[in-house]
């Protein structure tokens, strides 16, 4: 089991910035996909973004694609998502999540999920 837990949400203004942060143990999770999901009230949860520990590589949302990067710290076992020219429709709870697949978008392929941490964007 990959342990996952999310901080650094909070209250800003459209078009400004914030960083997301998720520390992450347990288990072999350099092996894994650490993925960046969302949840707007009312609605599904849906893929932000992801990548490979190990490589590197990793695949966007097209909603976010240009305005949000993933990274990770090998040290700190930390996940980032630096969020740049929020928009209110940015406003959910995002959460990070752990699967063994290889940049999988459908959360169903997540098997452990931080508790999310809550970002509002006003307008």
């Known amino acids: 089991q990959v342990r996952l837990v999310e901080s650094g949400g909070g209250l800003v203004q459209a078009g400004d910035s914030l960083r997301l942060s998720c520390a992450a143990s347990?288990?072999?999770?350099?092996?894994?996909?650490l993925g960046w999901f969302r949840q707007a009230p009312g609605k599904d949860r849906e893929f932000v973004g992801a990548?490979?520990?190990?490589?590197?590589?990793?695949r966007y949302a097209d909603s976010v694609k240009d305005r949000f990067t993933i990274s990770r710290d090998n040290a700190a076992s930390t996940l980032y998502l630096q969020m740049n020219t929020l928009k209110p429709e940015d406003t959910a709870v995002y959460y990070c999540?752990?699967?063994?697949?290889?940049?999988?978008?459908?959360?169903?392929?997540?098997?452990?999920w931080g508790q999310g941490t809550q970002v509002t964007v006003s307008s």
């Open positions: 999540a752990a699967g063994r697949g290889y940049l999988e978008m459908d959360p169903r392929e997540y098997d452990d």
């Open positions: 347990g288990r072999s999770f350099t092996t894994y996909t």
């Open positions: 990548i490979r520990w190990q490589s590197g590589n990793s």
